[in-house]
């Protein structure tokens, strides 16, 4: 394409159209500001993208699992739960971007217009201060530049906008948000909910807040989007715009500003800097198909390509002033990378209410916020894990026979056996300098730009912390009556949690930290990175929620600087 965009200047860029860049697109161009939204993988449109939306099982080549040729050959992505045939074409494939293993990572990525929004499992729990405290307290990384009090405008904005359901639960270490009406928990939920808070004051079992519209706004109606439909079948784009994805939410409305231009099949190669204004001018692009490099020019740079490949893009945004990558005097770049820890398991069985059974389906599951190191330290460990929980009646359809009786069998209630019950854990993981991310010296992509190499592991304080999870839900489980409980270990490499977060850390320190409290990068402050690379701990909540009031604060605040002509 010689290029359709025949202007190169705009007000903003934006690098990356998934959940952080959706959101920095739709509030750019809401204040007025025509943005460029770069986006390396193709277009989704809302609705007319999602080739699987309405397919019946039946309708499946291969009753929804991968084929095993493509499994065989993708043994990374293949390790994702949500990798099926109904979903499998918004994934990555290894094959198609190698990176460089130094240890084992699982690095799973959704390259499109929307990204992983498309796919992820819409599970949305603010922060407390508890978690932004956490490295100032615990010793560990830097102290956050920020506490809660300065994103709770911004989880209330963000939230209204993208449609939160859940309850209105009290506690202070999660704290309530705008939310629409949560879905209920079966009786056996209840019951462990009931069971769990007669012996502890500290541990509570709540319905966990989800992006589902259970009843819209007239925000969410304006939007386009209807209510949740309760299918569960949203990794494959919902055609009711019932949960939130930046396809059919975000995206659309900053389009509808008349702002946004939006280029899929850029890859973004790196950040131009200019020496003799001090800040960076644009961004350098190669062309996704025809493999041109074209630069675009703005005042403002919005960094949202997801945690790693940020680190990467400023990594490879070198200079005579920046010979390490854009930003990084400290020499942090990259360095103190984490994850969530989501290899342990513990699963019982319950033998009571067996009179009752579940019906239907609903978006999310039952969560046990954090309860372990708190307060004041307690264990052997530093931080803790929050945990899912469900419990659901095991149950068998009778297939048996051909034909006529097959038929009958098939239609027959099932043979409905005790209540199985599970709960995973979501451990905090603590960023060191010896988990990170560096370009790979030698090995490039077809696109001429470094690998990304990857070195990332577990330590003592993680296994450590999967013993007290074993050990306290293992109490729980038995106080609450439930039997044959097990615990197991996947020993599955970090990334599956898909919660990659840090190396372009925020700190007060320019020394310690590339950003500061707004985003920017401390030496290039017209260069905002909002997504997962900016976090300097991981807190044990999923992560997007924060990254889209990150980003809404970021925005109001560049385009007031930017006003006040400070940019
Ligand atoms: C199966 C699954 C379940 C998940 N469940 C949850 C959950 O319940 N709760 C939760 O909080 N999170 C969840 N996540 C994680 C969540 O999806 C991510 O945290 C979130 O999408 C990150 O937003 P982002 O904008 O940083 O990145 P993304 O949404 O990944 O978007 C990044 C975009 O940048 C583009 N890009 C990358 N490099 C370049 C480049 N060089 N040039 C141009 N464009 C580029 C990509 O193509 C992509 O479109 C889940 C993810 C998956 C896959």
Redesign the pocket.
């Known amino acids: 394409m010689g290029d359709s965009i025949t202007n190169r200047n705009f007000d903003a860029i934006v ?9 920095a697109a739709k509030e750019l161009c809401e204040k007025g500001l025509k943005t460029l939204v ?4 193709r277009d989704v449109k809302h609705l007319k993208d999602y080739p699987t939306t309405n397919m019946n099982p039946w309708e499946f080549k291969h009753f929804g699992k991968v084929p095993y040729a493509i499994e065989k050959d993708n043994p990374v992505i293949s390790r ?4 099926r045939e109904d979903a499998m074409h918004f ?1 990555v494939k290894d094959t198609e971007h190698p990176y460089v293993q130094e240890k084992p990572f699982d690095w ?10 498309i ?6 729990q603010r922060w407390s201060d508890f978690d932004f405290e956490g490295p100032a307290r615990d010793g560990f990384a830097v102290d956050w530049p920020i506490r809660y009090k300065d994103v709770d405008a911004w989880y209330s904005h963000v939230e209204k906008f993208a449609g939160i359901s859940g309850n209105k639960d009290g506690l202070a270490t999660l704290p309530d948000g705008e939310f629409l009406p949560a879905d209920d928990l079966n009786c056996v939920e209840e019951y462990f909910k009931a069971q769990v808070k007669k012996k502890y004051t500290d541990r509570h079992v709540i319905y966990a807040r ?2 589902h519209l259970t009843q819209p706004t007239e925000l969410h109606l304006q939007q386009g989007r209807g209510q949740c439909q309760k299918r569960n079948l949203c ?1 494959r784009g919902c055609p009711f715009g019932g949960y939130y994805n ?1 396809n059919s939410t975000t995206i659309p409305w900053a389009e509808k500003t008349g702002n946004m231009t939006l280029r899929p099949h ?4 790196s950040i131009i800097y200019d020496e003799s204004k001090g800040k960076a001018t644009g961004v350098r ?1 190669i062309d996704a198909n025809t493999k041109e490099t074209l630069e675009f020019f703005a005042p403002i740079i919005f960094v ?4 790693y ?2 680190n ?2 400023l990594l490879n945004s070198t200079s005579n002033r920046f010979p390490n990558g854009l930003g990084n005097d400290s020499g942090v770049l990259g360095k103190y990378v984490a994850f969530h820890n989501y290899r342990a398991r513990v699963n019982g069985k319950y033998d009571g209410f067996l009179d009752s059974t579940t019906d239907g389906r609903r978006p999310t599951s039952a969560y046990i916020p954090r309860f372990r190191n708190v307060f004041k330290q307690e264990t052997d460990f530093l931080r803790g894990y929050a945990m899912t929980f469900s419990a659901n009646r095991g149950s068998k359809q009778k297939n048996e026979g051909f034909g006529e009786e097959l038929k009958n069998n098939l239609l027959s209630e099932p043979e409905l056996g005790p209540w199985y019950i599970g709960a995973g854990m979501m451990g905090e993981t603590i960023p060191k300098e010896t988990n990170f991310v560096s370009l790979d010296p030698t090995k490039k992509d077809e696109w001429g ?1 470094p690998q990304l190499k990857i070195s990332i592991d577990y330590d003592d304080n993680d296994e450590k912390m999967i013993q007290d999870f074993f050990t306290e839900m293992t109490k729980m489980f038995t106080e609450a009556g439930f039997t044959d409980i097990k615990t197991s270990d996947s020993k599955q490499a970090p990334g599956l949690d ?3 977060m840090g190396g372009v850390r925020m700190g007060n320190d320019p020394k310690t930290s590339i950003l500061n409290k707004w985003h920017q990068v401390h030496a290039c402050k017209n260069v905002f990175v909002t ?3 900016c976090m300097t701990s991981t807190s044990t ?7 889209m009031a990150f980003t809404a604060r970021a925005v109001d605040y560049a385009v007031k600087q930017l006003k006040k002509g400070e940019l």
């Open positions: 690098i990356g159209s998934g959940i952080s860049g959706g959101w770069l986006e390396r993988g994702c739960y949500a990798f994934f799973i990525r959704g390259y499109q217009v929307g990204g992983k929004s796919m992820w499992a819409r599970q949305t989800c992006a990794q930046s850029s890859v973004v190669h692009v949202n390509a997801a945690a490949n940020t990467l893009i730009i898909i919660h990659e997504d997962g690379a909540q999923n992560p997007s929620l924060t990254y």
